[in-house]
């Protein structure tokens, strides 16, 4: 099983951007569909942007579309999400998780490993 760590989080101004990094402490991620998940003080959490283990199938939420881009570069074992032209409605919690049970990847899907989480504050 893996263990997601994240990395990346910070402060940006509106319009700014950030790179977040999954990684894994333990194993590998190559075989597991990663998801990022988000989530602001009192609202629930959200899915932003997932890939399926095999590259082959990429989601983005609506609210993130055209503005954040997640990849996978296996020869670092580290999944990214490039995050562009933030607002401060992108602000919370993110959180990286995997799961190995379909091909192709959903937010929907259960996710049985999570990282502890980056905060991403987008504000003046």
């Known amino acids: 099983q893996v263990k997601p760590v994240e990395s990346g989080g910070g402060s940006v101004q509106p319009g700014g951007s950030l790179t977040l990094s999954c990684q894994t402490s333990?194993?590998?991620?190559?075989?597991?569909?990663i998801s990022w998940f988000r989530q602001a003080p009192g609202k629930q959490r959200e899915g932003v942007a997932c890939i399926s283990s095999e590259n082959q199938h990429i989601v983005y939420a609506d609210s993130v579309k055209g503005r954040f881009t997640i990849s996978r570069d296996r020869d670092k074992d580290t999944v990214y999400l490039h995050m562009n032209d933030l607002k401060p409605e992108d602000s919370g919690i993110y959180y990286c998780a995997a799961e190995n049970f379909y091909r192709e990847c959903g937010f929907q899907y259960k996710h049985p490993y999570w990282g502890q989480g980056t905060q991403v504050t987008v504000g003046l």
């Open positions: 333990v194993f590998t991620l190559d075989y597991y569909g």
